[in-house]
Every structure is written in C-alpha cells, then in structure tokens.
C-alpha cells in the first residue's frame, strides 16, 4: 500500500522558519509530480508549490521567495522549506503526489494525511 508521511510541522513565531518533509512508502515504480498544498480554517484547499521529476518548480504568489520546494527522487521524498513565515501561512498543510505504484493500471494522485503549521503574531 502506498502512502505520503509528512512530517516537520509545528507551531513558529512570525518571521521564524520550518521544513516539512514528505516521504512515499511501498511499491513505488515512479514518481511524476510532488507538492504541497495548504488548507486555513474555513478555506479551500490550495497549491502552495509543486516540482516536477525533473526539478521545475512553481509556486503561489503569496509564498514566492519565501518559500522553496525541492525533491530526493532517490528517496521518492519532497521537502518544502519555510522562511519569513506570516500568520497567514496557518494552515494544515498536505503532501501530493502523483504516482504509478504496484496494482494500479497506470499513475495515480496521492495524498498525504496533513501537518498543521501555525504561526503566531
């Protein structure tokens, strides 16, 4: 069974820094896209930044320059690193990837279960 565990998530004063990590666990023949996503209290999930296999990235405007996104495809694991963090930024944020795993018919997106950042004022 193949999963996302996120991991790097916590509580962080204005202007502080943090790293998330995400690792993929189980039969994993290949990993396309990565990212991650964020959702606040009563908003809609969004991309936050994404990297394809071979290293492009992109990002939101509001974390452009703060924020960096970058992948270990030997590890199949994607880190997103956090700096000048804003109250903003509060929010659970979520592992993604799009991957073609032992069982299934071709690539499939993947999910991790989340990790709650929240910066305070």
């Known amino acids: 069974q193949v999963q996302l565990v996120e991991s790097g998530g ?3 004063q204005a ?3 943090l790293r998330l990590s995400c690792a993929a666990s189980g039969s994993i023949f290949s990993i396309n896209g990565m990212g991650w996503y964020r959702q606040a209290p009563g908003k809609s999930r969004e991309l936050v ?13 509001s974390v452009k ?3 960096t996104i970058s992948r270990d495809n030997a ?6 690193e956090m700096n000048s963090l ?7 944020y979520y592992c993604n990837a799009v991957l073609w795993a032992a069982g ?10 989340g ?7």
């Open 115 to 121: 990790t709650l950042v929240t910066v305070s004022s």
């Open 10 to 12: 916590g509580l962080v």
């Open 86 to 92: 804003k109250p903003e930024d509060t929010a659970v």
């Open 104 to 113: 299934t018919a071709g690539y499939l997106e993947v999910w991790g279960q």
């Open 65 to 67: 320059v703060r924020f």
């Open 75 to 80: 590890k199949n694991a994607v880190y997103l």
């Open 49 to 61: 930044a994404a990297i394809t296999h071979g290293g492009d990235t992109n990002y939101a405007d």
């Open 15 to 17: 202007g502080g820094s």
